[in-house]
Structures are given as C-alpha cells and as structure tokens.
C-alpha cells in the first residue's frame, strides 16, 4: 500500500463533488504511478461472453437441423447446408450423429425460417442498440440486451413446435445484434492504447470459440441438450456485467467525472494516474462538442470517413468468400483422399480459427492493423484464384486427382489468413475510428451493414453457384478480395498506438 503522505489531490475536488474525498479517487505521486492490465482483460472476456453466446447461436443450425428435420430425398449423397453468419465463419454441413426427433420435423421451408430469423433479427437489433448505449451507458445495454439470449435459449430448449423456434431465433438475433455493437464499443472505451488492439479481437476470438464448441458437443449430445447448455453462456454474461463498471467515456459524457475516475481507478489500477488519463477523454469530448446529431456522421468529414471504411472493411469480410470456401470443406477434403465425416471437418475448420484468431490478437500489436488486413487479403486472393483455377479443371472433365491436395492446401491458408485478418480485425477498428459523440450510431450503422451483406451473401450464393459455376463464383471473390487489397494500401492509414484524437486528425484530413 501507497502511504497516505504519497496521494495527491483527486481529479474531481475542483468541482466539489461529493465523491471527491473518495480514498480511492486520489492519484499517487508521478514516482509511483502505474497501470495494471488484469482487470482490463478481465472486464473485455465478460462482455465478450456475448461473443461466445452469439457465436453459439451461429453454428447452432449445423447440427440440430439434421436432428429436427423432415425426411428428404437425398441425391448424388449430398447434404443440408446452413446459411453464413456475421463473421464469415459459415456453419458447415454436418451429418446427423443422433437419432432423428420425431417430435419436431422440420420442413425445407421451416428450415430455412429457423435459419435466415436470426439475421433479420440482429438487423434491426443493432440500430436501436446505439441509441440505447447512449441513453443508459455501455454497461446497462449489455445487460438489458442479454436478456433476450436468456429468453431465446428457454424458448428453443423446450420448444415442441415450429412457432417456438421461430420466436427462440428471431429473439437470439436481437441480441446476436446488439453484442455486435456493444461488446466493441464497451471495449474500445475501457482500454489503454497500448493493448487496444488485442482487446479489439477478442470478440472474434471468443465468437469462434462458441461456434467450435456447437461443432464439438453438438457432435455428441441431442440438439435439446446442447440448447440448454447454451443458455449458461448467457447467465454467466448477466452475473458478470454485475461486477464491471461502466465505461470512463460514457461516465466523462455524461458529466459524472468522479464516477469516471473511479472506473478508471477499478479498470488500470489503483495507481494509475486517472487525472492524466480523465483530461484525454475530457479533451477528446470537448473537441465533438455537445451529442451529435444522425446527420453529423455524413456532414462531418471525420466521422464520415470513418464510416466509409469502417462498412467498407465489414464489405470485404463478407465478400472474401469465406462461406464459399466452407461450404466446399468436405468436398475439398475428399478430393485430398480424405474419408474424414463432415462433423470431424468442422471441428478441424473450427480449431483452425481458433488457434489463428488466438495468434492474430497476439500479433496485432507488433504487425499493425494495416499490415495484418494486407496480408490478409492478398493470400487470400491467391487461394481463391487456384481454387477457381481448380474447379474450372474438374468441372471440365480434367484429371485433378493428382492435385487433391492443393485445394486442401489453399483452404487451410485461406482460413489461417482469413482468421488473423479479416475475421477480428474490422471488428477492432470499428471501435477505433469514431470519437464518443458519433460512435453508438457509427457502429450500429456498421453492424446493420454487416448484416446486411450477410443476407447477400447467404442468398445469392447459390444462385451464383448455379448460374456462374464453382470456378466464376471463386474468382469473383477473388476479385473483390483484390479490391480490398488495394482499398486498404491506398485509403487506410494504421491506427496502431494512435490516440482517438490522432486518429480523428488523420481521418479529417488534417
């Protein structure tokens, strides 16, 4: 413990609040100051739980849909598929592991409802999520917004009809939604610049970690109990938002300084210099004024610049192909002499993730944001292209058994580079390119486009399969991840150890 003779005055004294004589208020003298990270991490994995939970609700089709299911004709032994999700991570196809339930059988079209529910549902989840962030606080939005979770997981684990899971779905894509926009913005405003960028992908990393554990349980129990499993992930989010705080931006925003400093004081340590750290945020809030208004994110240059790349960024993860290279997993491992079950594909595309995510926010700070999203997009546009390359030569009648392995080859570099780039990576950055009185908007606009690209994707997929074949449908992606290429070497600058205010130089021009 710091003597009492060692403490200076408190950040909130001059403005007579009756916090300020708080002991835990007082800054140390500059010979002791420090910050501690823990609590930092600790509060980012909390509400990252609903990250898992939506991760969860993802990848839950892939193996339930088997299991509740009508009986179909099957032809040339091929299998259902379920529609993408928000990150890019599609739920692969999966054979059934578990006796089929007679009591719910789904028909194609319910399947398809069961499925496309939650997209329509994080959609117009997300928008009123900003608003609510602004009105209540970063904290309060989590909560209130994890209670549909809640709901849902009740409503699907014990649902006996169609109607059930349509209401069970709808609900979890709300706060599928919402997570999307709170959990990066709480994180973005609780973190020391020095570690923003590892904090900002643990959403991914947490988000992939809940589809690989649907991939891996849901390969060994009935789809009823996997549901019930799922609903704790979301109560151990409720009970742990009770234990953070709000965020020191919000708190600042709201005029509640000493509150601020004390979430200051319980985020980075006891010894930080909260006076310091209170005068940045200060000096970032005076520099937007008063709220801004909707229209202020495309008349002011800063904000809409920052929209413009933080859509464009969520554009290109859609349209990186991702979804085409999963959907293709089995059939690329059975080319490479592969007799491995679908299930076990999964999981291994699963792990993959995981691992890479795990690297990409350890890397993060080293490479950089820019470096990262340049690699990425660049051997993914090399893989996607041979992977055309590819099926244009077996669609043709060509030999290409004595290359089986090279598309497993690109898939498995696609996935690794897709992970340590354009999975996490817009996610972090779309907490950083927005100053406070822009944000919640910016970002729930951000994640409605997302979504939106999600439903693009997910429907026009199979026309383009159909309508252009495997090989046209690889390059166009290819294409596009070509474009973000040169998009990200030419009009994105890093923001790497840069300040909001830094960034908000660069993005207005300055």
């Given at each position: 413990?710091?003597?009492?003779?060692?403490?200076?005055?408190?950040?909130?004294?001059?403005?007579?609040?009756?916090?300020?004589?708080?002991?835990?208020?007082?800054?140390?003298?500059?010979?002791?100051?420090?910050?501690?990270?823990?609590?930092?991490?600790?509060?980012?994995?909390?509400?990252?739980?609903?990250?898992?939970?939506?991760?969860?609700?993802?990848?839950?089709?892939?193996?339930?849909?088997?299991?509740?299911?009508?009986?179909?004709?099957?032809?040339?032994?091929?299998?259902?598929?379920?529609?993408?999700?928000?990150?890019?991570?599609?739920?692969?196809?999966?054979?059934?592991?578990?006796?089929?339930?007679?009591?719910?059988?789904?028909?194609?079209?319910?399947?398809?409802?069961?499925?496309?529910?939650?997209?329509?549902?994080?959609?117009?989840?997300?928008?009123?999520?900003?608003?609510?962030?602004?009105?209540?606080?970063?904290?309060?939005?989590?909560?209130?917004?994890?209670?549909?979770?809640?709901?849902?997981?009740?409503?699907?684990?014990?649902?006996?009809?169609?109607?059930?899971?349509?209401?069970?779905?709808?609900?979890?894509?709300?706060?599928?939604?919402?997570?999307?926009?709170?959990?990066?913005?709480?994180?973005?405003?609780?973190?020391?610049?020095?570690?923003?960028?590892?904090?900002?992908?643990?959403?991914?990393?947490?988000?992939?970690?809940?589809?690989?554990?649907?991939?891996?349980?849901?390969?060994?129990?009935?789809?009823?109990?996997?549901?019930?499993?799922?609903?704790?992930?979301?109560?151990?989010?409720?009970?742990?938002?009770?234990?953070?705080?709000?965020?020191?931006?919000?708190?600042?925003?709201?005029?509640?300084?000493?509150?601020?400093?004390?979430?200051?004081?319980?985020?980075?340590?006891?010894?930080?210099?909260?006076?310091?750290?209170?005068?940045?945020?200060?000096?970032?809030?005076?520099?937007?004024?008063?709220?801004?208004?909707?229209?202020?994110?495309?008349?002011?240059?800063?904000?809409?610049?920052?929209?413009?790349?933080?859509?464009?960024?969520?554009?290109?993860?859609?349209?990186?192909?991702?979804?085409?290279?999963?959907?293709?997993?089995?059939?690329?491992?059975?080319?490479?002499?592969?007799?491995?079950?679908?299930?076990?594909?999964?999981?291994?595309?699963?792990?993959?993730?995981?691992?890479?995510?795990?690297?990409?926010?350890?890397?993060?700070?080293?490479?950089?944001?820019?470096?990262?999203?340049?690699?990425?997009?660049?051997?993914?546009?090399?893989?996607?292209?041979?992977?055309?390359?590819?099926?244009?030569?077996?669609?043709?009648?060509?030999?290409?058994?004595?290359?089986?392995?090279?598309?497993?080859?690109?898939?498995?570099?696609?996935?690794?580079?897709?992970?340590?780039?354009?999975?996490?990576?817009?996610?972090?950055?779309?907490?950083?390119?927005?100053?406070?009185?822009?944000?919640?908007?910016?970002?729930?606009?951000?994640?409605?486009?997302?979504?939106?690209?999600?439903?693009?994707?997910?429907?026009?997929?199979?026309?383009?399969?159909?309508?252009?074949?495997?090989?046209?449908?690889?390059?166009?992606?290819?294409?596009?991840m070509a474009l973000a290429t040169v998009y990200v070497a030419v009009a994105v600058v890093e923001t790497k150890g840069r300040s909001s205010s830094q960034i908000q130089t660069w993005l207005s021009g300055h």
């Open positions: 413990m710091v003597a009492t003779e060692d403490i200076k005055k408190t950040v909130s004294q001059e403005d007579n609040d009756g916090m300020s004589h708080n002991p835990m208020l007082y800054d140390p003298l500059d010979g002791v100051v420090k910050t501690s990270k823990t609590r930092q991490y600790i509060a980012a994995l909390i509400i990252c739980l609903g990250a898992v939970a939506a991760g969860t609700a993802l990848a839950w089709t892939s193996p339930v849909l088997p299991q509740i299911s009508a009986p179909v004709v099957q032809y040339n032994n091929s299998t259902i598929v379920t529609p993408s999700n928000s990150t890019g991570n599609e739920t692969s196809p999966i054979s059934p592991p578990l006796p089929h339930d007679d009591q719910l059988q789904l028909t194609v079209a319910q399947q398809t409802w069961v499925s496309s529910l939650l997209a329509i549902g994080a959609f117009l989840g997300a928008l009123p999520t900003g608003y609510i962030a602004d009105a209540i606080g970063r904290r309060y939005t989590a909560m209130a917004m994890d209670v549909p979770f809640i709901l849902a997981w009740l409503s699907i684990s014990f649902a006996k009809s169609a109607g059930w899971l349509y209401f069970g779905r709808f609900l979890i894509g709300i706060s599928t939604g919402s997570f999307c926009v709170v959990a990066p913005m709480y994180i973005s405003e609780i973190a020391e610049t020095s570690i923003r960028g590892t904090l900002g992908t643990l959403f991914q990393l947490l988000l992939t970690m809940g589809i690989l554990f649907i991939y891996v349980v849901g390969s060994m129990v009935s789809w009823t109990t996997l549901s019930i499993l799922c609903l704790f992930v979301p109560i151990a989010l409720l009970l742990g938002m009770v234990m953070l705080p709000e965020t020191p931006v919000y708190l600042l925003k709201k005029g509640r300084r000493a509150e601020a400093a004390l979430s200051l004081k319980w985020l980075w340590g006891r010894y930080c210099d909260s006076r310091s750290a209170i005068q940045v945020i200060q000096n970032d809030l005076d520099q937007t004024g008063a709220d801004a208004s909707f229209l202020d994110l495309f008349t002011n240059r800063g904000a809409r610049n920052g929209l413009i790349i933080s859509i464009l960024l969520m554009f290109f993860q859609q349209f990186s192909g991702i979804n085409a290279v999963i959907f293709y997993t089995e059939s690329i491992f059975k080319s490479a002499g592969s007799s491995l079950d679908a299930s076990i594909c999964s999981i291994i595309v699963g792990v993959v993730q995981v691992i890479m995510t795990l690297t990409s926010s350890l890397l993060i700070e080293r490479a950089g944001r820019k470096m990262l999203l340049l690699f990425s997009s660049t051997v993914m546009t090399i893989c996607l292209a041979i992977l055309g390359a590819y099926f244009d030569m077996k669609d043709s009648g060509k030999d290409v058994s004595h290359i089986g392995w090279l598309p497993l080859l690109c898939m498995v570099l696609f996935i690794i580079t897709f992970s340590v780039g354009y999975g996490p990576i817009p996610w972090l950055m779309m907490g950083e390119l927005f100053m406070p009185d822009v944000r919640a908007t910016a970002v729930a606009l951000t994640v409605m486009a997302n979504w939106l690209c999600v439903f693009v994707v997910t429907k026009c997929f199979g026309i383009m399969i159909t309508e252009w074949g495997s090989d046209i449908t690889f390059w166009f992606f290819a294409g596009c």
